[in-house]
């Protein structure tokens, strides 16, 4: 499976700035998914998008996509300490439910 | 969202031993489940794809007979790596999906293998 880029790589904010987090890909999708995971913990699912939405909200979190630029970014307004933790973008080809993985972005909120 | 449990979450195994890792879904029947491996500050690259009642699927690249792949019912899948070597040391998840269009994958917790 192809993996997915992430840029950046890392990034420290202050508290209540804004994050923003760019994943790009290259195949076809059926849907584009924001995971966050904490050091040596499991994933948790952020939010979802499909391929025929461009943009979707939940909470403090925005996710666009752009399929005809094979990108899609996660934005996570008023940042706060607790979000410290490493995300990741994964996505599924069409006609496929395996997951390909960024390679994350980890971000340090300090506060 | 569903829980899927993961077990154990810390492992410390010889060389040469055989370690069992289960995947269970607690709340939802899982049709599907996928183990991947994450190397330290890396992320996850899928090691196979397993259907209730059928053989594996592994990726290229991810032996059959050393990391074997059970997924006898619907709610649990297990992930056995045999002969296990240091170099096999990482941290392993599962995830699980049940049936239908767009149904996400939910993460088990993950295991920290160490082989010493």
């Known amino acids: 499976s192809q993996q997915g880029e992430e840029d950046p790589q890392a990034l420290s904010i202050q508290e209540g700035e804004n994050a923003t987090m760019n994943c790009s890909y290259k195949t076809s999708i059926n849907n584009l998914q924001w995971y966050r995971q904490n050091s040596g913990r499991g994933l948790v699912h952020l939010i979802l998008i499909r391929s025929n939405e461009r943009e979707k909200h939940s909470g403090r979190l925005r996710v666009t996509l752009d399929t005809s630029k094979k990108s899609s970014s996660l934005l996570i307004t008023a940042s706060r300490a607790a979000d410290t933790a490493s995300y990741f973008c994964a996505f599924s080809g069409a006609g496929s439910y395996q997951l390909t993985f960024g390679k994350g972005t980890k971000l340090s909120v300090i506060p | ?111 920290r293998l160490t082989v010493v």
């Open chain 2, 1 to 111: 969202g569903a829980v899927v449990s993961q077990h154990p979450s810390r492992v410390i195994c010889k060389s040469g031993t055989s370690v069992k890792i289960e995947c269970r879904s607690l709340d939802f029947q899982a049709t599907t489940m996928f183990w991947y491996r994450q190397f330290p500050k890396q992320s996850l690259m899928l090691m196979a794809t397993s259907n209730e009642g059928s053989k594996a699927t592994y990726e290229q690249g991810v032996e059959k007979d050393k990391f074997l792949i059970n997924h006898a019912s619907l709610t649990l899948s297990t992930l056995t790596v045999t002969s296990a070597h240091p170099e096999d040391s990482s941290f392993y998840i599962c995830s699980a999906r049940g049936s239908g269009g767009h149904t996400e994958a939910f993460f088990g917790q993950g295991t």
